[in-house]
């Protein structure tokens, strides 16, 4: 029987318990060569995400946003399993495995100055776990009830360790009226067990309403109680990374304004998928890469690059 850390998906409900990984992975020597001071390591640490709002310009997103409308006449593509609809609106949820379809997405990943960040927090190479994008169109898009992922992944992908990274890229503006996403700081600290078995193909309901792996109401108070709810607001262009054990949600649009933001997730090549924690197969290679991932390149990561400052 292998060795697991972190256990859930369990029949009755066991405490939370501390994290048993670090939160910003380089060793204490290689934990300065980066784009990212003190002050952002240390806000990273205590809160597990760091904002940047605007940290591209709106122009650079628009075509980014041009091809997700593009995307949504394509006939063929809507019929592939790795587009997910609004359970309400049939509009479109999700479209996962970006950095495959869109060679424009693709060159996003690899941007030195968040792939040196990202490379930093990790603490050397990684890989696309997985990218998508979310959307929410006005008046309709549905929200997201409180999780985190690597409960998921690891439940469901077999993610071993804590070493995964976000980057939401917001291609439209986020307000407090379009579903703007909520984070709980200072979550990733903990691990919470959730309860109940995951379900066959778990993945084909979840990504429409996520029932398995939504921690209890009295964990959630409790940390919410601790650290708050904050929802990074700001202009299309600015970016979330946040690390993959914070508690997040989102609530659902209820403005005429849309709300669309690019995830890619990346994961240090030492953090490999093994077979999951608690489900009998693992997801579909558009939601958990292990089609023999390689390392991202950079070149030269840290030339023209400022240090970065969290907001």
Same mark, same amino acid.
């Given at each position: 029987?292998?060795?697991?850390?972190?256990?859930?998906?369990?029949?009755?409900?066991?405490?939370?318990?501390?994290?048993?990984?670090?939160?910003?992975?380089?060793?204490?020597?290689?934990?300065?060569?980066?784009?990212?001071?003190?002050?952002?390591?240390?806000?990273?640490?205590?809160?597990?995400?760091?904002?940047?709002?605007?940290?591209?310009?709106?122009?650079?997103?628009?075509?980014?946003?041009?091809?997700?409308?593009?995307?949504?006449?394509?006939?063929?593509?809507?019929?592939?399993?790795?587009?997910?609809?609004?359970?309400?609106?049939?509009?479109?949820?999700?479209?996962?495995?970006?950095?495959?379809?869109?060679?424009?997405?693709?060159?996003?990943?690899?941007?030195?100055?968040?792939?040196?960040?990202?490379?930093?927090?990790?603490?050397?190479?990684?890989?696309?776990?997985?990218?998508?994008?979310?959307?929410?169109?006005?008046?309709?898009?549905?929200?997201?009830?409180?999780?985190?992922?690597?409960?998921?992944?690891?439940?469901?992908?077999?993610?071993?360790?804590?070493?995964?990274?976000?980057?939401?890229?917001?291609?439209?503006?986020?307000?407090?009226?379009?579903?703007?996403?909520?984070?709980?700081?200072?979550?990733?600290?903990?691990?919470?067990?959730?309860?109940?078995?995951?379900?066959?193909?778990?993945?084909?309901?979840?990504?429409?309403?996520?029932?398995?792996?939504?921690?209890?109401?009295?964990?959630?108070?409790?940390?919410?109680?601790?650290?708050?709810?904050?929802?990074?607001?700001?202009?299309?262009?600015?970016?979330?990374?946040?690390?993959?054990?914070?508690?997040?949600?989102?609530?659902?649009?209820?403005? *005429?304004?849309?709300?669309?933001?690019?995830?890619?997730?990346?994961?240090?090549?030492?953090?490999?998928?093994?077979? *999951?924690?608690?489900?009998?197969?693992?997801?579909?290679?558009?939601?958990?890469?292990?089609?023999?991932?390689?390392?991202?390149?950079?070149?030269?990561?840290?030339?023209?690059?400022?240090?970065?400052?969290?907001?």
């Amino acid at each position: 029987m292998r060795n697991d850390d972190y256990i859930t998906r369990t029949s009755r409900p066991e405490p939370r318990y501390m994290r048993r990984d670090p939160v910003v992975h380089s060793d204490t020597q290689d934990r300065w060569q980066g784009p990212l001071d003190e002050v952002a390591l240390s806000n990273f640490e205590r809160d597990g995400f760091l904002w940047f709002e605007g940290f591209f310009s709106q122009e650079r997103m628009t075509p980014f946003f041009d091809e997700l409308e593009q995307m949504s006449q394509d006939d063929e593509l809507l019929k592939q399993d790795g587009v997910i609809r609004d359970p309400k609106s049939g509009a479109i949820r999700s479209v996962f495995d970006m950095h495959r379809i869109s060679e424009r997405f693709a060159e996003l990943t690899r941007d030195p100055r968040i792939l040196g960040m990202v490379r930093q927090l990790l603490g050397g190479n990684v890989y696309i776990h997985q990218s998508r994008i979310n959307d929410k169109y006005g008046f309709q898009g549905a929200g997201f009830d409180w999780h985190s992922d690597f409960e998921t992944w690891h439940a469901e992908d077999g993610m071993p360790r804590m070493r995964a990274i976000s980057a939401s890229i917001m291609l439209t503006d986020n307000n407090e009226f379009n579903g703007p996403l909520m984070l709980i700081p200072g979550s990733h600290h903990q691990f919470v067990p959730c309860v109940g078995q995951t379900p066959d193909d778990n993945w084909k309901s979840s990504l429409k309403a996520q029932e398995a792996g939504v921690p209890s109401q009295e964990n959630l108070q409790a940390l919410v109680n601790r650290g708050g709810i904050q929802a990074p607001k700001g202009p299309a262009g600015s970016l979330l990374l946040f690390e993959c054990n914070v508690l997040h949600a989102s609530n659902s649009n209820m403005s *005429p304004w849309p709300r669309s933001n690019l995830f890619f997730v990346y994961n240090s090549l030492e953090n490999a998928l093994e077979q *999951p924690f608690a489900a009998d197969k693992p997801r579909p290679s558009f939601l958990a890469n292990r089609d023999h991932p390689e390392a991202l390149e950079m070149h030269d990561p840290y030339r023209d690059v400022r240090f970065a400052k969290s907001a």
